[in-house]
């Protein structure tokens, strides 16, 4: 999709918030509430996996998405007025597609901006979104891509394959993060920039999978499990800064939940404990970001 730029405000904006991989627990989502109607942030970014796994019914809800997701936001919105952050979103490859039309007409409302293979001005700062990951293991394909060539990893399956809960509108055989990114970024000057990632760039301290030891057909696992082409994409292009999630365990594996890529800093907002991963960060100076793990409400 040709990057589109969905809306311009005049005044700064510099505290974010970032969460990812909340996957429809409502305690997460809650202690999000509250900690936005405490501090009050100018942007709140979401990186993905926002939904509950199946229809629902895990987290209490058969419509998690009218019934708790869209109930929530609209109160806050009702009770904060003004003070009302903007909310970026983009799904992650645990959401099924087949709900991404929701999300796009709630955007029309003001509600929150839905922001895969789009961009959006706020300010001095201009926030890209794109939520394809390269293959995994799992049957959803809804938002796989091949990510710098046809390569599949061992023991992932190929986008091709799986489950599409929606036509994908493309041929997936010669379809690469890769592409997409430059189509995405073109010539931009991206270097006060923040990109929404679903996927953590490849070899990196955000995208290191507890895959220790296993090997299928005698082929040990690689243990990074990010994309190239997005590691490819911030050495060579230095956005400000990129949010990413995905790999839940990894900071936990790695003791490392954001780093340094040239001059580019790189944060992961996902989580494999019960807390909810509260990243919170200026624009003007994101290498002073701080996490806070916070207990469910």
Known sequence: MVPVCLKKTPEPMNLCFFVSDLHGRTGRYLSLFAAIRKDKPDIVLLGGDLLPHGFGLKSGFSDFYNDFLVKQFRQLREELHDEYPQVLLILGNDDPRIHEENFIKESESGLWTYLHNRRIDTGNYVFYGYANVPPTPFRLKDWERYDVSRYVDPGCMAPTEGI??????????????????????????????????????????????????????????????????????????????????????????????????????????????????LVRFDL??????????????
Do not use: N
């Not at 895959?211 to 956005?239: K, M, N, T, W, Y």
């Not at 790189?266 to 019960?274: I, K």
């Open 164 to 277: 599409h809960t929606v036509d994908p509108g493309i041929d997936l055989e010669y379809a690469t993060i890769q592409d997409d990114l430059q189509k995405l970024a073109g010539s931009d000057d991206l270097s006060k920039s923040v990109f929404l990632f679903h996927s953590p760039p490849y070899k990196t301290c955000l995208d290191r999978a507890a895959l220790d030891g296993q090997s299928i057909d005698h082929v040990p696992l690689d243990v990074h499990v990010g994309s190239i082409a997005i590691q490819r994409f911030i050495e060579e292009r230095q956005p400000l800064a990129t949010l990413h999630g995905h790999i839940h365990e990894s900071s936990r594996i790695t003791g490392c939940w954001k780093q340094k890529m040239g001059q580019t800093v790189v944060m992961t907002a996902a989580w494999d404990g019960q807390e909810l991963a």
């Open 284 to 297: 003007a100076d994101p290498g002073s970001a701080a996490r806070e793990l916070i207990g469910q409400e």
